[in-house]
């Protein structure tokens, strides 16, 4: 994701692998900010946020993408997929792949602004009202 802050862009990248230049301190699944442009351009940044539970988060693909909420519980599977327990702000709750969830805040801040439904899925009744049906 992309942000913008005054003059100076900033990228929010998610390490999915393994980076050389990333500190020590991150691991693979954690959130690190990236400047693309002004005076700190191709630098990250020492904030990062840890792919923990109680942080906001965004899933990027499966049947779920585009929803926002908080991770509320990891189940580890040795040998198949990790399932990602969510919960949105309706207190509406889902399960994807570890692999679906980009961290996007620590605690239920997120480092980035949200779209205008802020990743809420809406009931079927929701969308038809909203289209004036």
Known sequence: AVVSTQSTWEAVVSTQSTWEAVVSTQ???DTVKFYISGDRAGQLDNDFIKFAVDNKCMV???HNIGRVGVIKKVEKHPGSFEII???DVRGNKFATRKKNI???GSGKSPWV???KQAGIKRTIQEEREQRGQ
Do not use: A
């Open 27 to 29: 691991s693979t699944w």
């Open 113 to 115: 602004t949200l779209p």
């Open 85 to 87: 327990h969510v919960e």
């Open 60 to 62: 990027t693909g499966g």
């Open 102 to 104: 980009f961290v996007i």
